[in-house]
């Protein structure tokens, strides 16, 4: 019995090294670690707009911190972050480090960030510059000066973020912080 444990570790042991070795992305193991991504949607151009999961994101039209148009449909064909924010939330700010690392990770993979400063709720507008400043946040900053935006996205709890795929269809919808490996599982399922 000592003999057939001692040649099945021994087995396991080799099938491991080369599933994690030779085989690599196509192993086991590795497929193991993946998140599963969300099923690709026929005719997503056909479903409901929406705030809910499986609905089609509301499309906004705004300004960026430069002046330029931002409209959320410029993004389509795209994975996209949707963030709404303020700079006097502490939960926004914890965020903001492990999206502008995971920006930085899959921006050449398509990946897009709009993090929408809820402007109306800041004290002053050189609030937003100087905290993107000091934070180096290179990621679109959308400004949100009327509430337009978060009206339309029902916007009570910060952060709030969607999470949207290249379709434009909202996949997880998360209400308060997000951690890194969340943020960073979700982006990896969209599609």
Same mark, same amino acid.
């Given at each position: 019995m000592k003999k057939f444990l001692l040649v099945a570790g021994i087995i396991i042991l080799c099938l491991f090294i080369i599933d994690k070795t030779i085989l690599k992305e196509k192993g086991i193991v590795n497929n193991l670690e993946q998140p599963k991504k969300y099923e690709k949607i026929e005719n997503a151009d056909q479903l409901p707009v929406g705030l809910e999961e499986g609905n089609r994101a509301p499309d906004f039209e705004l300004l960026d911190l430069e002046g330029n148009t931002v409209? /959320?449909? %410029?993004?389509?064909?795209? &994975?996209i972050l949707l963030n709404f924010w303020a700079t006097w939330c502490p939960p926004c700010k914890a965020e903001m480090p492990y999206?502008?690392?995971l920006y930085n990770k899959y921006k050449n993979e398509g990946f897009e960030i709009l993090a929408v400063n809820v402007t109306t709720s800041e004290k002053s507008r050189t609030n937003v510059d100087e905290f993107v400043k000091n934070n180096? /946040? &290179?990621? &679109?900053?959308?400004? %949100?000066?009327?509430?337009? @935006?978060?009206? %339309?996205?029902?916007?009570?709890?910060?952060? &709030?973020s969607f999470f949207i795929d290249s379709d434009?269809?909202?996949?997880?919808?998360? /209400?308060? @912080?997000?951690?890194?490996?969340v943020m960073e599982h979700e982006i990896k399922r969209l599609p």
């Open positions: 409209k /959320l449909s %410029d993004y389509k064909g795209k &994975t999206m502008e690392k180096e /946040l &290179t990621f &679109t900053i959308p400004l %949100d000066e009327i509430g337009s @935006a978060s009206n %339309d996205y029902n916007i009570r709890v910060y952060p &709030t434009g269809v909202i996949r997880k919808k998360v /209400l308060g @912080a997000v951690n890194e490996e």
